[in-house]
């Protein structure tokens, strides 16, 4: 955002003192307070959530229509063509040298799977889909997995457990929790079912751009890490593996990560806001 229009939101919508000043006293108590600038103010809230409304129906869209034999590089048209006719634009395209406007991400993939004319889903895969949209300059992030035909059952325990993960982590990020507390209660969970996190790659926050401060990491401790103020909009979206925990990254395309024990991996993804009374899931 430019900084004259940046400075006039600051001017009309500024933090509320009571919200200053309880940052103020954390930042006394030693604990990371993120920088203001990240707080988002009410027009921007409602440019996030205007871009949220258009990125759940991508991802509606894309439940509609996916079906086994069909090729990722069809879901990437399906996300393309939605989200251009609803005047918005997918923030992966050229995004760091990403070329596709969608991240579809198979089986073993963790994330960051390029779709491909060469990958057509057949049945019992399990697909991770990761859209996110801009409209009018904001930003709404967020991925459901799909389940092709008939799957495993440890294949949909691992997609409905993983579930469980992120609105166990939404539970945690209450205002003036931390993110370590959202970490803490993510891995404390998939743990119990057997089950490992990824610890490379995490959440975000999100909103004037793709990837914001802070990182939100799906491992953690109690009381640690970032405090959570209300008006931060952040990123929940766990990836968790049936295996190892450990990942690698594809040498030839250098985007896709795979489990390295070739384990299946799967991933739920919403973009949320920080309240003053809890927390609002911008992505539904
Ligand atoms: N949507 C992913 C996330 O949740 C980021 C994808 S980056 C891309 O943060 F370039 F691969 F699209
Ligand atoms: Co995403
Ligand atoms: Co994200």
Redesign the pocket.
């Known amino acids: 955002m430019d900084e004259l229009l940046w400075q006039k939101i600051d001017e009309e919508e500024p933090i509320p003192d009571h919200i200053r000043e309880r940052m103020e006293e954390c930042r006394r108590k030693g604990m990371e307070v993120i920088d203001e600038k990240y707080i988002k103010r009410p027009s921007m809230i409602q440019g996030i959530r205007d871009a949220g409304v258009i990125n759940t129906g991508v991802l509606d869209e894309v439940a509609k229509l996916i079906k086994p034999g069909m090729r990722t590089s069809e879901i990437d048209d399906i996300v393309r063509e939605y989200t251009h006719a609803h005047n918005a634009v997918c ?2 395209y050229k ?2 040298g ?1 070329h596709k406007s969608v ?1 579809t991400s198979v089986n073993s993939e963790v ?2 799977g390029i779709p491909s004319r060469l990958c057509r889903l057949k049945d019992g895969d399990i697909v991770n889909v ?1 859209c ?1 949209t801009i409209l009018n300059g904001y930003y709404a ?1 967020a ?1 459901r997995m799909f389940m092709i035909g008939n799957v495993s059952p440890e294949r949909k325990r691992l997609v409905e457990e993983t579930k469980k993960c992120l609105e166990i982590g939404i539970e945690a990020a209450q205002p003036w929790n931390t993110v370590g507390d959202i970490g803490y209660a993510i891995s404390k969970y998939a743990r119990s079912r057997g089950y490992s996190v990824v610890r490379e790659l995490g959440g ?1 926050g999100v909103g004037l751009e ?2 914001e401060d802070p990182f939100v990491a799906h491992v953690g401790s109690r009381h640690k890490g970032m405090v959570l103020v209300p008006g931060m909009v952040i ?1 929940i ?1 766990p990836m968790i593996n049936a295996g190892k925990a450990a990942v690698t990254i594809d040498p030839y395309n250098g ?1 896709t990560i795979y489990t390295k024990d070739r384990s299946d991996s799967a991933q739920w ?1 919403h973009t949320i806001l920080i309240t003053e009374t809890g927390n609002e899931i911008l992505t539904y």
């Open positions: 923030a992966p995004y760091e990403f991240c994330c960051h990761d996110t992030d991925s975000h793709f990837h990123t979206e985007w993804e």
